[in-house]
């Protein structure tokens, strides 16, 4: 790679060619809906009508790009700003707050307009115009998932534009940036990517997709404004780099998925797909002409970006040729057939992969692992026994979400509650054990006065932060370890999860993050915000076990079936026992409940009594120290008088 100077890019789009391409961009959303409009109309939606579809996408379209102005205007102080030289108060400065105000007016016209696409949304996911809505509009919005997706979004937007009016720091600037980038997913996960054989994995691509486009985009418009900085093209080439690789292959898996087989050319919602992966393609070849380059302006990318916006809007308004392929009922809730009963022998066979977690599993690796050899490398010692717990609990992560076991835990309780104890209770053990929050403190390095931010400035900002804090509280993470069990198995919150894939992901992830965070008080290598005693730490874990073995006697005995009427709509003919398969999804409950928290107190004592062995050798040490001091002052008081004795001895032979 070489650095030659050259004349730099212009560094702004004008603002006309912008609105410009706004317009262009809305207008072929009303085209794209036209077009369908001509269309043979799906089964129960023979009412649907032209102004409800593209005021539905239009709004859509423009609520998306207010939340990406949004997030490039806090990304540009959350990835730019430079660690001043005296952070006595560590607040912004004026331009950097600046920023951070125009974020959150961006925030609520995103809020406006999301709330203005709720109505349409729920219009057009049932088939009528917009007016049968406004005639009952709690019915139909409380009825359509799409709808109430609109409606998150909205509330998001709106905690957004309300925290940016208190968010005087570079950290709350970051954790509101992480916000716009979360709250662009609801509306997404609940579009065609959920519906038909495929759907699973189409809604991790999305996903995927919607988090790296957003980081993508918004970085380069954001990277705009220091062209000229090394430091900042360094961090845009990296950022912009990952999130493209990963926008690319997500869009390409989307893309199979929506067109069910057929060739992009065949319809209209082909072309239109095609059309705006190859302006991503376009976006593409630039980032990787400005490898070459030292320093760059953004040209024509966030004119191209909003075309790629446009693009995806206009499949919004239109019908993918997946929705014309029939379904089974699995395939309508799991996005697969799970085939015949479940072979112990064969469970840890390839199966249906679980996308999303199996990426983050295999970025946790490679991420730890670097870290790893970064700190080998520069000489300093970690214990390669850390790495090795890592590595295994992210490999049992791996090998349960791509085997037979993850597709079979959507289709039987008893092993949906064996992934669940793996994720709640074991992989958490082996990753507190491997202190990864301390490894990246030693690997990473911290900012200078004058420099950027780095992740390891984030990471010790925010285990200080007031609210981080009060949800790592003892108390508060004890009673959502234990009372997740009970509000989510005993209410219709496991029937409900359990119909859409991506709140079947959300409560996956709610394990695996409250077991950490349970375990990362008791046993944990990294020191917790709200670190406690060791005696204090037993109490802890003594107190949960009770609760555990109360909630797997309370799956035994119950008479009711949990998720029952979501277990018979699979309609799987060799799964008609579905009391038997939860009184062993209740055994399971309690073998693997219990034995990983007597091990947790086998190692807890073990780390007291190091701990009180390390204190020991410590005293011990002050105490020689101490003696040293005190033999040096007695010989010092002992020179003294030796040297009076010599002056005294002096003068007398003198007299």
């Given at each position: ?12 789009v004008?603002?006309a060619?912008?609105?410009a ?8 959303v009303?085209?794209?809906a ?19 579809i ?6 859509g ?17 959350a ?10 108060a560590?607040l ?13 007016g ?13 109505p ?30 609109w ?21 709350s ?7 716009v ?50 430091a ?12 493209l690789?990963?926008s ?6 989307i893309?199979?998925?929506?067109l069910?087989?057929?060739t992009p ?12 992966f190859?302006?991503m ?19 024509w ?33 799991l ?22 977690i199996?990426?983050?599993?295999m ?24 790495a090795?717990?890592?590595?295994l609990a ?28 793996t ?18 403190q ?5 900012s ?6 780095r992740?390891?400035d ?15 509280h ?14 989510l ?32 008080l ?5 020191t917790?915000?709200?670190p ?25 005995s ?10 018979k709509s ?18 399971i409950?309690?073998a693997t409940?219990?034995l ?26 002050a105490v020689?120290a ?6 040096a ?11 009076e004795?010599?002056?005294e ?7």
């Amino acid at each position: 790679m070489t650095n030659a100077p050259h004349r730099a890019e212009r560094a702004r789009v004008p603002a006309a060619v912008l609105i410009a391409v706004t317009v262009a961009a809305a207008v072929g959303v009303v085209l794209a809906a036209g077009w369908q409009a001509q269309q043979t109309t799906l089964p129960g939606r023979v009412e649907a009508d032209l102004f409800t579809i593209a005021a539905g996408a239009l709004f859509g379209f423009v609520a998306t790009l207010f939340a990406l102005v949004s997030l490039a205007k806090l990304i540009r102080v959350a990835a730019f700003a430079r660690r001043p030289a005296r952070e006595a108060a560590n607040l912004l400065a004026d331009r950097q707050q600046d920023l951070v105000a125009a974020g959150g007016g961006w925030a609520a016209g995103w809020c406006v307009t999301a709330l203005a696409a709720a109505p349409f949304s729920a219009a057009t996911s049932t088939g009528v115009p917009i007016g049968y809505v406004l005639y009952a509009p709690a019915d139909f919005l409380s009825s359509s998932q799409s709808a109430q997706a609109w409606l998150v979004t909205a509330a998001i937007a709106f905690v957004v534009a309300l925290a940016t009016r208190f968010a005087h720091t570079w950290r709350s600037a970051v954790a509101v940036a992480g916000l716009v980038a979360v709250g662009g997913l609801p509306p997404v996960l609940t579009a065609q990517v959920s519906v038909g054989a495929g759907h699973d994995l189409a809604t991790d691509a999305a996903t995927i997709l919607t988090l790296a486009c957003s980081v993508w985009f918004a970085i380069t418009w954001a990277a705009g404004a220091a062209w000229q900085d090394p430091a900042a093209v360094a961090r845009y080439r990296l950022v912009a780099g990952v999130a493209l690789g990963l926008s690319l292959a997500a869009r390409i898996g989307i893309g199979a998925f929506e067109l069910a087989g057929e060739t992009p050319w065949e319809s209209g919602y082909g072309l239109v797909a095609a059309g705006g992966f190859g302006v991503m393609i376009i976006l593409a070849v630039l980032w990787l002409v400005r490898l070459r380059r030292s320093s760059f302006g953004p040209g024509w990318d966030p004119a191209l970006m909003i075309l790629v916006l446009g693009a995806q809007s206009a499949l919004t308004a239109m019908v993918p040729p997946r929705y014309w392929w029939p379904q089974t009922a699995q395939e309508n809730y799991l996005g697969f057939n799970v085939g015949g009963a479940p072979q112990v022998a064969e469970l840890l066979l390839p199966g249906r992969p679980n996308l999303l977690i199996a990426c983050l599993a295999m970025a946790a690796i490679a991420l730890y692992l670097w870290g790893f050899l970064r700190l080998r490398r520069r000489g300093d010692h970690w214990p390669v026994y850390r790495a090795v717990l890592w590595t295994l609990a992210w490999l049992i992560v791996l090998v349960v979400t791509t085997s037979r076991v993850w597709m079979y835990s959507s289709a039987m309780f008893s092993w949906h509650m064996a992934v669940h104890m793996t994720f709640n209770m074991l992989v958490p053990v082996l990753v507190v054990l491997s202190g990864p929050i301390t490894l990246l403190q030693r690997a990473g390095r911290v900012s200078r006065p004058g420099e950027e931010y780095r992740v390891r400035d984030a990471v010790n900002s925010f285990l200080q932060w007031g609210p981080v804090r009060v949800l790592t509280h003892p108390l508060l993470v004890w009673v959502i370890f234990i009372g997740s069990f009970y509000a989510l198995y005993f209410s219709g919150l496991f029937e409900s999860a359990m119909k859409y894939h991506w709140a079947h992901q959300l409560m996956t992830l709610h394990f695996l993050i409250t077991g950490c965070l349970f375990y990362g008080l008791a046993v944990g290598v990294d020191t917790p915000p709200r670190p406690i005693p060791h005696v204090a730490k037993l109490g802890f874990v003594f107190a949960a076990m009770p609760f555990h073995a109360f909630f797997a006697v309370a799956v035994l005995s119950g008479n009711s079936i949990i998720g029952e009427n979501y277990y018979k709509s699979l309609d799987l003919a060799w799964h008609n026992d579905l009391f038997g398969d939860q009184q062993i999804g209740g055994q399971i409950a309690w073998a693997t409940g219990e034995l990983p928290l007597l091990i947790i107190i086998v190692a807890l004592v073990g780390q007291w009594f190091r701990s009180d062995q390390r204190e020991a050798r410590r005293r011990d040490r002050a105490v020689r120290a101490g003696d040293d001091e005190l033999d040096a002052y007695n010989a010092m008081l002992a020179e003294l008088s030796r040297r009076e004795t010599d002056r005294e001895a002096v003068h007398d032979d003198r007299s």
